[in-house]
């Protein structure tokens, strides 16, 4: 190479990242470069596998944005998917605030839909409209999510135990429990008789949420529960003297404790918060979808791990957990078609999932791979009280 085509392709290089900066700066994407890059960085390892196993991985993209979007129903279904993850996210995101590890999200999902599927038959709720029985099977799967959270919130603050031991005990005891609640035949507790498989009892018809889009799962009002939520999380945590003390709690507990604040107060009504935004989405689900699919012990596997990989996705922000749910929901409802038009297993996405939790725990590499300087990225760190 010349000294003149070197010259040439330097000026290019600072060209180019001039022009990098500049995007980054005017659309002021800093705080989301970590997440986006990781995102593209996990695509192009997956189609590195599916090349290696001989498939197309232009074509199997392909097939899976057609699954994601391909068509209004398809848009609502990849939405519907979402709204119970954005619950699960959020549940981890507001812990994450406070400095505490919860990986309960998976359990109290579980109770939360369970009371709400309880509250939901209940016979009184038969006689009553909409607007009371809808609101009582919200708030009974909030408080059963949230019952779920401040056990380990307690046990933290008082013994000193570690959420992250309590909440994965508290997954299985929830797990066995809704199970034996659900399945009991001798005696039947909550399971429906007439039913041919474990589920509960259909709740009453004015306790089932209004319908948005008829789609496959049904897109319910229940989204504009979460949103809802989640702004008023933002809200709260930016704007009150409880989120400034929840997340000074979070980077420092002991200056916290110093300047006055009650760190143990924090701790169980931040975890009892966790449960109640696990509980709620649990709920919502329960309200939505209860005219064609009663509560199954199965619904939630898996929903309340996830949370923890779109809460780093969102970088532990309520707002960010929108989008990043989304995603989550739409790669899920996309797979099938994927598989089916490109012969790519639907693993495959879990795998990108995987891998995007991977580059965004470790950011160092996508910093090197993309020049994304330290001070970009929206950094997102959790106290020392947190990490194992």
């Not at 359990?107 to 009553?128: D, F, K, N, P, R």
Request: with cysteine; charged share 10%; aromatic share 10%.
């Amino acid at each position: 190479m010349t000294e003149r085509e070197r010259g040439t392709g330097g000026r290019l290089g600072r060209a180019l990242g001039g022009l990098r900066r500049s995007l980054v700066e005017g659309f002021k994407l800093q705080p989301v470069l970590v997440p986006l890059y990781a995102i593209l960085l996990s695509f192009v390892v997956g189609g590195i596998l599916i090349a290696i196993v001989g498939a197309n991985p232009f074509k199997a993209y392909y097939w899976l944005v057609q699954g994601m979007l391909g068509g209004w129903e398809r848009v609502a279904s990849s939405i519907a998917r979402s709204v119970p993850y954005i619950g699960s996210a959020l549940a981890l995101a507001f812990a994450f605030r406070a400095g505490l590890f919860n990986i309960g999200a998976e359990g109290q999902l579980l109770v939360g839909g369970i009371v709400a599927a309880w509250a939901g038959t209940w016979s009184w709720m038969l006689e009553v409209p909409g607007v009371v029985a809808i609101p009582v099977i919200l708030i009974a799967g909030a408080a059963g999510g949230a019952l779920w959270g401040f056990i380990p919130g307690l046990l933290r603050a008082t013994t000193g135990a570690h959420e992250v031991i309590s909440t994965i005990m508290l997954n299985w005891i929830g797990l066995f429990m809704v199970r034996w609640l659900v399945n009991s035949r001798d005696p039947i507790i909550l399971r429906d008789a007439a039913a041919s498989v474990p589920r509960t009892r259909p709740i009453t018809p004015t306790g089932i949420l209004p319908e948005i889009y008829d789609s496959q799962p049904t897109l319910h009002w229940g989204l504009f529960v979460m949103l809802a939520v989640c702004v008023l999380v933002a809200y709260v945590l930016k704007r009150t003297n409880f989120g400034f003390e929840t997340i000074t709690v979070g980077l420092n507990p002991h200056a916290a404790h110093y300047a006055g604040m009650s760190v143990n107060k924090i701790i169980i009504l931040s975890m009892t918060l966790s449960g109640a935004f696990a509980g709620l989405a649990a709920a919502g689900e329960v309200s939505g979808m209860g005219a064609t699919q009663p509560y199954q012990p199965g619904h939630f596997i898996t929903m309340g791990f996830d949370g923890i990989a779109i809460a780093l996705l969102a970088r532990g922000n309520p707002i960010g957990i929108i989008p990043a749910s989304l995603l989550w929901g739409a790669l899920l409802v996309g797979a099938p078609l994927m598989q089916q038009q490109a012969g790519v297993s639907i693993d495959i996405v879990r795998i990108i999932q995987s891998m995007v939790l991977l580059f965004v725990a470790a950011d160092a590499i996508v910093r090197f791979i993309f020049r994304v300087r330290s001070d970009e990225g929206g950094a997102f760190q959790m106290s020392e009280e947190v990490t194992l």
